[in-house]
DNA sequence: AACATGCCGGTTTTT
DNA sequence: CCGGCATGTT
């Protein structure tokens, strides 16, 4: 028996339960970091299904995959399975893929598109810069990378981009537009196509706009204050007429920017959505007092928010502890033998820690101290699996058999098992191939046509080309597992492995990762209800930090991770380290004028606790190889409502100091 | 074509 | 201090 409106309804604060009541209409939920959001989230979706609302006609899009399993999880202990199943729930990445493989041919693109992952783009941006003839010296290649992904997510075209005139702008667009025919040869989108095309087919095509609007009547947007310029027209559109959008956040909690992300979003929505409905979640169920109240001493500092004061539920807890350590290697070691004594006393269990970090680097010195201290930890977010060369090779592999024209993948397997192919001769078709605009497999597939490619090189990839279709074509029905392990022998990898490893020791290791693909194959395709190639390698791309924890879940570990990946977790004892001017606030975001955003991490980090918190930094630290003396970040002084002392400098004026 | 060496340049955050 | 890339060597 589900439970009725009523029963639903009676575990919830009369805030929580208003924002859970108001089915219809546009609502905006502000909740502030740990006033049970997500049980708003989940209470007011089983609400709607006992007041006999489709599943069918719910969407519900979060941000990460980890925050959409959870409310999926949470959904069906409230609903059921059966009906929690048939609401839309996911990242608006994954929405945007499966539309896109239902419309793709009004949009002139093939259904059987794949997914140009962060190195793919790496390739398509270096080979649109080659072909431009842009020195790497000039221009670097990640950065015209982010500056297309951020005008994408801006909304901008490249002529608009063209009017800020800055000084580069005419290159990137140049590369821009090369990079994206690039995709187009290669079958390929990347992750913000997926948003600009499911836009393009609402705006272009409306009888698909209107089967959207007819299906999802009920739309909920999770982390609303991260929405960029394309998400959010793809809300608007799809909710314009019926206006049942409900969206959740909290503007304190924007870190996403760079990502195109748009604090203004959620300050203005009830201009964008006239007769809005607001409700403020302000009782923090989460944090003791001693933190809560070093979070608003923290965030007090930012301006422009949507005004709210959070109160804390629990009591005043332990006060809040500090570290000041001489180097890196001092913090991790306090800190790592604190939480060894800690849990080995019996207060607390490894799974309640977790070390909060501002950049991916800061954890190295932290894994060789735990590691030495005996404290088992999970790196959350590290991709370390898939950065691989063995399992990059596979999926390159995979890839092609999915898609023939991924020149990414193409390149980098050419030659691994070595096939007689050299650079030289890849230029040669590579050229060719430009000249008219072919993608590569096709024109080595010609390259009888091609001067000077040796006769051998091109049987060779030929070969290659067609046992790879051979493979696709001939896997209907077979396990996908199966089909891996087939090419992995037909393409002769173990042999290669052997090859490369004489070490019997290290080739053991290198081959355990090919074995970990399979067991990861295997994995998917239980998990997954029809499990295909396309469907595997789309969940990797989009899934791709996600992915480690699979096994690790459950795992009783300390948990070390970036801030960005804390957002929407929670632990009883947290340390938030590196509080350093130059690394939190970090000194490139300092630079581009983004400390408010810095501040609201460290608030996201703060906030993440829940009776435990320390804050450390190191007085000395090794950057770039050299150690050199650090000063402790405006945000110590701000957390512990404590004036810098006499002769404390920030950031800015450091760097104005040393020009002088 | 495969391997070795040396240089330079770089560290924000991620779907 | 790392890793990637561009050269140079067999």
Redesign the pocket.
Known sequence: MPPSPEELLAGLNPEQRRAAETLEGPLLVLAGAGTGKTRVITYRIAHMLARFIEPESVLAVT????AATEMKERIAALVGKADAERLSVG????FCVRRLRQHADKLGFSKGFSIC??SD??SAV?AAMRELRIP??TL????VQ?RI?LAK?QLLSQSELLERSGGDEELVCAVWERYDAALRRQRML???DL?LQTLKLLQEHPRALRSFRERWQYVLVDEYQDTNGPQYEIVRLICQEHRNLCVVGDDDQS??S??GADVRKILGFAKDFPGAEVVRLETNYRSTKDILEAANRVIAHNIGRHPKELRAHAGPGQPVCTFEARDEEDEADFIASEIGFLVRRGDAAWRDVAILV?????PRAFEARLRAAGVPYRLV?GMSFFDRKEIRDLLAYLKLVANPDDESSLLRIL?C?????????VERVLAWATERGLSANHAFARAEEIEKV?AA?KKAVVELLETLAELGRRRGGKRLVETLKEMVGRVGYQQEVE??YPDPQTRQVRWAAVEELYNFAENYARRSGKPSLAGFLEELA?????QQDDDGQDQDAVAL?????AKGLEFPRVYLVGLEEGILP????V??G?VD??RR?MYVGVTRAREHLTVSYAAER?????RSATTPSRFWYELLGEAPPEGWTPIEDQRAAAVR
């Open positions: 941000f990460t995959n980890k990242t608006f990445h994954a992952d962060a783009q790496q270096k790497e010296k670097h290649p990640g950065l982010s992904s997510n990347d992750f913000d948003l870190i996403y760079w990502r501002r950049t991916q680097v800061q977010g030659n098992p070595p096939r007689g192919v050299g650079k030289t001769s040796p090189a090859r490369c989009l899934n791709a930090a996600d991770m970036t801030l960005h990946a970090h000194s490139r975001a630079a581009e983004g955003e810095e991490l090794a950057r770039f190889g050299r």
